[in-house]
């Protein structure tokens, strides 16, 4: 039985489908798009970067900037009157040895010498804003030399009708084996100290915020007065009001309610309309106002309420009548903070809110307290305390840590400065 051949057409086996080459396929291209993405991202991010520290460097070099005076006569220290405050220096017979530290950081130190408070300026470490035009050639002072020329002028002791702390003299130390050279600037030594002294002296006279208003508010009033004239006739913002840099002059006396009070450290005195008022580091960073003259201002009440709550026995009822705003004083703390004020006359304008507003004495009747206390703070909390002094300190200093840190000022690059 014979078999017949039958021809069948040739086909090529259907290749299996695999699903291994889409998923490569696949994660490539996403690979390849979350690349596309980190590299944008990065050079966003650089590009941001760069843009911080371009500003930053410019806001620290615009705040380390001169301080301009009003006329020339204030705007430069003539060679003639460096030298002969340098010569009265060098006849007094100050040691080293003898002096004796009371503070002090980085870029200088402050000692005390008899009745001479001795402030040293480390020419390599400390901003130096001002310069000396001297016959050589020009030379880095600090600007609180100039400055507390103009306001306080050079004195050995403070005049009673003073409002500023006057100069005794400064000179340029050279360098020694042991110690770098460094600016001195000397001023007279005030026994009372600085108001954050006596805030805590009056403390155990169990004085109420009532009769420390009483007592101590034409002080104010006297100083809301010299801060007007100091950004009317001088043109100049002190830019550095608190506690510690206001002084007393005379001992605190029960029978005295007018005590004299000063205002010093000049070191960042500029002029109104310098251009680091409008910086990102006074204004957004620090929650500066860009008109200097409302940043005194305000600052200044703000120092004087801080004073009394330190210096007063019962800080609980001195929290509730502050945000009660039914004292005389927290309602003068509040008209400041809150109000509308114009900046060429906001001292004058806070002065005469002060003097229309009198300060109530521990014998009249006490307003009734109310809304002064939240939930939080009757279930024990402290935060009526707290929210009372963070509100007191919003805006009292100025910061620049963003800005170091942005503006790479240590690495060596520094702090920028410009020229003489």
């Known amino acids: 039985m014979g078999f017949e051949e039958t021809a069948y057409p040739y086909t090529k086996p259907a290749r299996r489908s695999s699903w291994r080459?889409?998923?490569?396929?696949?994660?490539?291209?996403?690979?390849?798009?979350?690349?596309?993405?980190?590299?944008?991202?990065?050079?966003?991010?650089?590009?941001?970067?760069?843009?911080?520290?371009?500003?930053?460097?410019?806001?620290?070099?615009?705040?380390?900037?001169?301080?301009?005076?009003?006329n020339d006569s204030e705007r430069r220290i003539h060679r003639s009157e460096w030298e002969a405050s340098?010569?009265?220096?060098?006849?007094?017979?100050?040691?080293?040895?003898?002096?004796?530290?009371?503070?002090?950081?980085w870029e200088g130190e402050i000692f005390l010498y008899e009745d001479t408070v001795i402030k040293t300026f480390v020419t390599t470490r400390s901003p130096l804003r001002n310069c000396l035009d001297s016959?050589?050639?020009?030379?880095?002072?600090?600007?609180?030399?100039?400055?507390?020329l103009v306001l306080g002028g050079l004195q050995d002791e403070v005049a009673e009708d003073a409002d500023f702390l006057p100069l005794k003299g400064y000179l340029l130390a050279p360098a020694t084996e042991t110690e770098p050279a460094s600016w001195l600037v000397l001023t007279p030594y005030l026994p009372s100290g600085n108001l954050q002294n006596v805030a805590m002296r009056l403390r155990s006279e169990n004085l109420n915020h009532r009769d420390l208003d009483a007592r101590f508010r034409p002080s104010l009033n006297r100083l809301l007065g010299a801060l007007a004239r100091m950004h009317g006739e001088h043109g100049l913002c002190h830019d550095d009001i608190k506690l510690s840099n206001v002084f007393v002059t005379d001992y605190l006396d029960a029978t005295v309610s007018d005590t004299h009070w000063v205002l010093a450290d000049f070191g960042n005195?500029?002029?109104?309309?310098?251009?680091?008022?409008?910086?990102?580091?006074?204004?957004?960073d620090s929650e500066q106002n860009a008109d200097c003259r409302i940043n005194d201002a305000v600052r200044l009440i703000k120092t004087y309420v801080t004073f009394l709550r330190l210096a007063s026995i019962d800080t609980v009822s001195f929290d509730s009548a502050f945000w009660a705003e039914i004292e005389p004083w927290s309602e003068l703390y509040w008209s400041a903070v809150k109000g509308a004020r114009l900046g060429s006359g906001a001292a004058e304008s806070f002065q005469d809110n002060?003097?229309?507003?009198?300060?109530?004495?521990?014998?009249?009747?006490?307003?009734?307290?109310?809304?002064?206390?939240?939930?939080?703070?009757?279930?024990?909390?402290p935060c009526l305390a707290q929210r009372t002094e963070e509100e007191m300190?919003?805006?009292?200093?100025?910061?620049?840590?963003?800005?170091?840190?942005?503006?790479?000022?240590?690495?060596?690059?520094?702090?920028?400065?410009?020229?003489c």
């Open 21 to 70: 080459p889409e998923v490569k396929q696949f994660s490539q291209r996403r690979f390849r798009f979350l690349l596309r993405c980190t590299v944008a991202a990065a050079v966003t991010g650089i590009l941001f970067l760069v843009a911080l520290h371009r500003q930053y460097r410019h806001d620290l070099q615009e705040k380390y900037s001169a301080t301009i005076f009003s």
């Open 86 to 105: 340098a010569g009265s220096l060098a006849e007094r017979p100050i040691q080293r040895e003898e002096w004796k530290r009371i503070g002090g950081g």
């Open 135 to 148: 016959s050589s050639s020009p030379t880095r002072i600090p600007t609180e030399i100039p400055a507390t």
């Open 269 to 284: 005195v500029r002029e109104v309309t310098h251009p680091y008022h409008s910086s990102v580091i006074c204004t957004r």
């Open 354 to 381: 002060s003097l229309s507003i009198a300060p109530i004495r521990s014998g009249e009747p006490t307003p009734q307290v109310e809304g002064a206390w939240s939930l939080g703070c009757l279930l024990g909390l």
């Open 393 to 419: 300190e919003r805006g009292m200093f100025v910061t620049e840590d963003k800005a170091r840190l942005f503006g790479a000022t240590g690495t060596l690059l520094g702090v920028p400065t410009g020229e």
